[in-house]
């Protein structure tokens, strides 16, 4: 995802051909999802079309990236015959922190917990540590722990708690990187990682060897395409077309996809941050390459 979750209003209509019409191909190989991210600037004035639109793709799992609208949109995604697996979650709910969300409505964490147990949704996902309230080593340390707070409570409650990377984990010296702090601190059996693998490729990473490496602790995966030739960098801030279809990029994704069920990955989400035009054809764009591999 990128810095910001926020909703804004509807820009367009979608295309009745590109947003409705289905599409006659196999059964994806494994439960496919769409990051409803995706399609943040469209979804706003009519959720029931967008959700019907992707499930019309062949996508059969959608994850949230917004909480409260998520609690929303449950009956219309359970209507476009989706489920939910997954929401991102407000990040202050975890480290207590609501001071870089001025406009975002203060809830408790047994609360939000509780309210996407109620909506039937299985992962409890915290998607972003915002650059003004990060720290140093020990900052991370401390939040590790808090997350393992949080997920404790999110088992108690029949939740998995999952943390979702992005490049900037990855910053500074190897043993004292945010990303080697929450490897060692996070307890494996509460706190699972959902993988991106394009920031992971972004800050350097291989997405290959980051899987082996997180062997059975990584439950979740972001799939998204960079072009080649991209700086390594651990900053969010890239340029819009940075963000590519599934496919359309340098990734390579029938090697990330044989890793993947050993590292544990239950559930897999397209997601592409920014679109050059009509996210749902990104989004079917990525689902239609995926169907080769």
């Not at 909480?67 to 697996?85: F, H, S, V, Y």
């Not at 984990?169 to 929450?182: L, M, S």
């Not at 601190?185 to 291989?206: H, I, N």
């Amino acid at each position: 995802m990128s810095l910001q979750i926020t909703r804004r209003s509807f820009l367009g209509t979608i295309p009745a051909a590109a947003a409705l019409a289905p599409l006659a191909m196999a059964k994806p190989p494994r439960p496919l999802g769409a990051e409803l991210y995706t399609v943040r600037n469209i979804i706003g004035d009519d959720p029931g079309k967008v959700l019907r639109a992707i499930a019309s793709i062949g996508y059969t799992e959608v994850e949230g990236y917004s909480r409260p609208l998520m609690i929303q949109w449950m009956d219309l995604i359970r209507e476009a015959g989706l489920k939910a697996t997954s929401c991102h979650v407000e990040t202050p709910l975890i480290t207590g922190n609501w001071k870089s969300y001025p406009n975002m409505p203060h809830a408790s964490l047994e609360d939000a917990i509780e309210s996407v147990k109620n909506a039937g949704i299985e992962y409890f996902t915290m998607a972003y540590i915002m650059p003004a309230d990060r720290g140093g080593p020990d900052f991370f340390r401390e939040t590790a722990d808090k997350m393992n707070h949080a997920a404790e409570l999110c088992h108690k409650a029949g939740l998995q708690f999952a943390y979702h990377n992005h490049a900037f984990e990855f910053a500074g010296n190897k043993g004292e990187r945010a990303i080697d702090i929450f490897r060692e601190r996070w307890d494996p059996k509460l706190v699972k990682l959902e993988m991106d693998v394009f920031w992971a490729s972004v800050s350097g990473q291989d997405p290959v060897e980051m899987l082996e490496q997180w062997k059975g602790r990584v439950a979740l995966l972001h799939l998204k395409d960079k072009p080649k030739g991209f700086p390594v960098q651990h900053s969010e801030n890239v340029p819009r077309d940075t963000f590519r279809a599934v496919g359309s990029g340098s990734l390579d994704f029938k090697a990330i996809l044989k890793a993947a069920p050993a590292a544990g990955v239950r559930h897999y989400f397209v997601e592409q941050d920014q679109t050059p035009g009509d996210p749902v054809e990104s989004l079917r764009k990525s689902f239609e390459y995926l169907q080769t591999m």
